[in-house]
Nanobody, 122 residues
């Protein structure tokens, strides 16, 4: 079992920044690929960014490319999502996920966090 706990969400004005954290504990933590997803009201959950277990390979959706950066600190079993130049369209619940069943960019993961709300005001 892997437990994931997200933090760092909140309310920010457009153009501002937030850093989300996802702390992993349990069976593994530091060697599994992980990802961030988000789900806005009335919309399907979408992939935001993913990272390999070593941190050497990263994926970012075109929607946030150039604004969001995913990185990890395996000494702390934590994955981060640095979000800059935030837009109102970025408003969503952000979820951390670990252990993909297929591609890191896919939406099938074995473990999910409880989510953290990000609200961007205009």
């Amino acid at each position: 079992q892997v437990q994931l706990v997200e933090s760092g969400g909140g309310l920010v004005q457009a153009g501002g920044s937030l850093r989300l954290s996802c702390a992993a504990s349990g069976r593994t933590g530091s060697r599994d690929a992980m990802a961030w997803f988000r789900q806005a009201p009335g919309k399907e959950r979408e992939f935001v960014a993913g990272i390999s277990g070593s941190g050497g390979t990263k994926y970012t959706s075109n929607t946030v490319k150039g604004r969001f950066t995913i990185f990890r600190d395996n000494t702390k079993n934590t994955v981060y999502l640095q979000m800059n130049s935030l837009k109102p369209d970025d408003t969503a619940v952000y979820y951390c996920a670990a252990v993909p069943r297929g591609l890191i960019t896919g939406n099938e993961y074995d473990y999910w966090g409880q989510g953290t709300q990000v609200t961007v005001s205009s």
